[in-house]
């Protein structure tokens, strides 16, 4: 995807240091890439289910960073695999709707190409894996066959999606798709054990955009890697998203790693989204309780330390059935009522905020200083310099 056909969206804030957010306010629903609907899984059936993801409601739009933040196990890597139809038994999804829209199908002339997720064949489905729709998984860093060397990886995902290249033109690609992740050509010939970390996770980044997908999905990408080559790949990550334009689903259970990516944010606990906000205003000034209490547990990015608060208590058993708020016996701040009614995720204010706590429908007469602050213009982290050479790591 060159840069002079990118998206709408990209084409308004192209470059790469264009510190704006794209706010959910400004997206237009004919941006959507990816809208999933009242979305439920479970694990195993009957009553001992495990309900790992409850009623979710998520949209991607085109060129836009959508973060998944929360603790393990609050349901991040089901909801996202199983939107893909990647999950299996026993993996049920207990209802919802997904569905993508693609950008000109050049077969049949159409501007969007729907493809609804649930419905579609597993011949349509693998037809735009990789080709429009690409994932990370979270064991990515073993992801590699390693018997093969990474030509052949790369050789192997462009045969399959593009016959029409030859060997040569398929070694060239290979060598500019690396040379995307600052890494050199020499890497091809390079078995997977002869590669660090930091490397097999660019490898696995270049397979992913080899094809000019539409959407990318990345779980947990930098999460097995070294602070500093988490910096430096999220920092790519946001060049290669600024230059090519392709919309990103980016989770992580380190929320303050993803307000350095992000434009906007949806914090999930305990199977559901329980806030959702553009990601500076998230960061700055959390509404829900969890939200806080994530922020407070992670070391800040800029300015100043805070001590660092862990979240007292686990998550509940998702086989049992959640009455009232699910973070009730960890919440600080719970009331009587959350103990028996279950908090709807609603549009709190300007901005596309959206919460599932009380404490924000306008009845709560104490408003917790620490969930009332002002939403500053903070702009995100500036872009870490891009490395030009070969990066070790
Ligand atoms: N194969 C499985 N069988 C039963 N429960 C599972 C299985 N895989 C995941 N779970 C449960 O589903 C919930 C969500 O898991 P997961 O999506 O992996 O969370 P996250 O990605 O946020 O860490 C967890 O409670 C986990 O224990
Ligand atoms: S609804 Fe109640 S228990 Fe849940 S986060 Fe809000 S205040 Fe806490
Ligand atoms: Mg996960």
């Known amino acids: 995807?060159?840069?002079?056909?990118?998206?709408?969206?990209?084409?308004?804030?192209?470059?790469?240091?264009?510190?704006?957010?794209?706010?959910?306010?400004?997206?237009?629903?004919?941006?959507?890439?990816?809208?999933?609907?009242?979305?439920?899984?479970?694990?195993?059936?009957?009553?001992?289910?495990?309900?790992?993801?409850?009623?979710?409601?998520?949209?991607?739009?085109?060129?836009?960073?959508?973060?998944?933040?929360?603790?393990?196990?609050?349901?991040?890597?089901?909801?996202?695999?199983?939107?893909?139809?990647?999950?299996?038994?026993?993996?049920?999804?207990?209802?919802?709707?997904?569905?993508?829209?693609?950008?000109?199908?050049?077969?049949?002339?159409?501007?969007?190409?729907?493809?609804?997720?649930?419905?579609?064949?597993?011949?349509?489905?693998?037809?735009?894996?990789?080709?429009?729709?690409?994932?990370?998984?979270?064991?990515?860093?073993?992801?590699?066959?390693?018997?093969?060397?990474?030509?052949?990886?790369?050789?192997?995902?462009?045969?399959?999606?593009?016959?029409?290249?030859?060997?040569?033109?398929?070694?060239?690609?290979?060598?500019?798709?690396?040379?995307?992740?600052?890494?050199?050509?020499?890497?091809?010939?390079?078995?997977?054990?002869?590669?660090?970390?930091?490397?097999?996770?660019?490898?696995?980044?270049?397979?992913?955009?080899?094809?000019?997908?539409?959407?990318?999905?990345?779980?947990?990408?930098?999460t097995a890697l070294d602070v500093v080559t988490q910096r430096e790949i999220i920092s790519e990550l946001r060049d290669l998203r600024a230059r090519f334009g392709f919309a990103m689903v980016f989770i992580t259970h380190d929320l303050a790693l993803l307000v350095e990516i992000a434009d906007e944010i949806a914090v999930m606990y305990a199977g559901t989204i329980v806030e959702r906000a553009p990601a500076a205003s998230l960061h700055d000034a959390p509404r829900h309780p969890y939200t806080l209490g994530l922020l407070n547990s992670s070391p800040p990015l800029h300015g100043k330390h805070h001590e660092l608060v862990g979240i007292p208590g686990s998550p509940p058993d998702l086989a049992q059935s959640l009455v009232g708020c699910s973070f009730r016996a960890r919440c600080p701040f719970a009331l009587e009522r959350c103990a028996s009614e279950t908090p709807p995720l609603v549009a709190i204010e300007d901005g596309g905020r959206m919460v599932a706590c009380w404490l924000h429908d306008g009845s709560a007469t104490n408003l917790p200083e620490a969930l009332r602050r002002e939403v500053s213009l903070s702009k995100r982290a500036a872009p870490q310099p891009r490395a030009t050479k070969e990066v070790g790591s």
């Open 1 to 222: 995807m060159s840069t002079s056909s990118a998206p709408r969206a990209l084409r308004q804030s192209a470059s790469s240091n264009d510190e704006v957010s794209i706010a959910p306010a400004a997206l237009e629903s004919s941006d959507l890439v990816l809208e999933v609907k009242d979305f439920s899984v479970d694990y195993g059936w009957g009553e001992r289910a495990v309900r790992a993801v409850r009623n979710v409601d998520l949209d991607v739009h085109r060129s836009q960073v959508l973060g998944i933040a929360g603790e393990s196990g609050s349901g991040k890597s089901t909801l996202v695999y199983a939107v893909t139809r990647l999950l299996r038994s026993p993996a049920v999804i207990s209802g919802g709707d997904a569905r993508l829209f693609l950008d000109a199908d050049k077969n049949t002339g159409s501007d969007v190409r729907t493809v609804d997720l649930m419905r579609a064949s597993e011949r349509e489905l693998r037809s735009i894996r990789w080709s429009q729709i690409s994932i990370v998984l979270q064991s990515a860093l073993n992801a590699l066959n390693p018997v093969l060397r990474i030509s052949a990886e790369f050789d192997e995902v462009l045969k399959t999606h593009r016959r029409d290249m030859n060997r040569h033109q398929r070694r060239a690609r290979a060598v500019e798709l690396l040379e995307l992740v600052g890494l050199n050509e020499d890497r091809l010939a390079r078995f997977p054990h002869e590669l660090s970390g930091g490397q097999r996770q660019r490898i696995m980044i270049a397979l992913a955009l080899a094809l000019d997908p539409q959407l990318v999905i990345m779980d947990e990408p930098t």
